[in-house]
């Protein structure tokens, strides 16, 4: 596993989207387009914020979302209005395309509608999976990655795209990208700063595998984390 630890959470947040940007960088010079799938929560503001002010070519990059809640995209509580206001409205270059979650719909509508759209843009077969250039990931202090949370039936679906699910624990409806995805992806980037983070963290990472108890498990070994001193 690839661990890089920063001084604080600002500084991993910068350092992640270095990472971020040059890897979409690559693909871009590779194939003339990049598509990157990013998550919401507090800890990628800051790297937003750096998105915003990069003098980078968003307009070649495909953006996606690995799962959103399902409230209007203006709600205080969306990610794609997390990421439009602290990033695609302030942009210091052209927007990329984005692919929002259509919550609007309902849950299980949205859902269904959002594994269309991937397929679409990926041009997929049956059975196939869609790989993202670089997906973003965050880490709950209770191991939950994406919307997939402790105990999830959903965990153990390899070849589902994307669906709708109940969050108990938050009392709300997601969509949220499958494990099979996040397997597939070409380059998985984990943001996970905090102390309160700290004892799952070093489960996630040293434990034994078990993502029906650690979800943000999924992919580790090939992930590249990105973590504070705390």
């Known amino acids: 596993m690839n661990v890089h630890r920063f001084a604080d959470a600002p500084a991993a947040a910068q350092g992640c989207a270095a990472r971020v940007l040059e890897l979409l960088t690559a693909a871009l010079k590779e194939r003339g387009e990049a598509t990157l799938a990013i998550s919401g929560g507090s800890s990628p503001t800051p790297m937003f914020g750096i998105f915003a002010r990069a003098g980078f070519g968003w307009e070649r990059v ?77 880490m709950g202090p209770d191991g939950h990655t994406a919307s997939l949370f402790p105990g999830e039936p959903m965990i153990g679906n390899h070849k589902g795209i994307a669906a709708a699910l109940w969050v108990e624990k938050m009392h709300q409806w997601r969509v949220t990208l499958l494990p099979g995805v996040l397997e597939a992806a070409m380059h998985t980037v984990v943001l996970a700063p905090g102390a309160d983070k700290a004892p799952v963290l070093k489960a996630v990472l040293q434990g034994a595998y078990d993502p029906n108890a650690y979800p943000a498990q999924i992919a580790r070994e090939t992930a590249e984390w990105f973590v504070d001193q705390a």
């Open 62 to 138: 495909h953006l996606f979302f690995v799962d959103e809640r399902v409230v209007p995209p203006t709600d205080s509580q969306s990610n794609f209005k997390l990421a439009n206001d602290t990033w695609l409205a302030l942009r210091a270059s052209p927007s990329p395309h984005v692919h929002r979650v259509q919550t609007e719909l309902g849950a299980e509508e949205a859902a269904r509608d959002y594994q269309a759209e991937i397929r679409r843009h990926f041009k997929l077969q049956d059975g196939e999976m869609p790989r993202f250039d670089v997906i973003h990931r965050g």
